[in-house]
Nanobody
């Protein structure tokens, strides 16, 4: 599976962006999908994950209530809707995938197999 993240950009604080992660070279219908972010010089951190059915999601406390992860298996795409953005949300955002035997979420980056190239989100104050 190859992942291509897009949708990043520059936005003012309080604004919104929607990131997309399009998969190719295989279906993600049996994969748990996640979004992570990384600030230069810091470790990559978990943002959100969605189980392969789409009915189970999990969020980092820092984004809960502001971000929404969703997936469209027919389009082989995962989304991250980001609202009420803050300057501290500025980072490179990565999508990731892992084939899952069970319908569950995964929050540890070490458990993910496939990674996209990242898309930069910059939130100005």
């Amino acid at each position: 599976v190859q992942l291509q993240a897009s949708g990043g950009g520059l936005v003012q604080a309080g604004g919104s962006l929607r990131l997309s992660c399009a998969a190719s070279e295989g279906s993600i219908s049996s994969h748990v999908m996640g979004w992570f972010r990384q600030v230069l010089g810091q470790e990559r951190e978990f943002v959100a994950a969605v189980a392969w059915s789409g009915g189970i999601t999990h969020y980092a406390d820092s984004v809960k209530g502001r971000f929404t992860i969703s997936r469209d298996n027919a389009k082989n795409t995962v989304y991250l809707q980001m609202n009420s953005l803050k300057p501290e949300d500025t980072a490179v955002y990565y999508c990731a995938a892992r084939r899952a035997r069970f319908n569950r979420v995964v929050t540890s980056l070490r458990e993910y197999t496939y990674w996209g190239q990242g898309t930069l989100v910059t939130v100005s104050s």
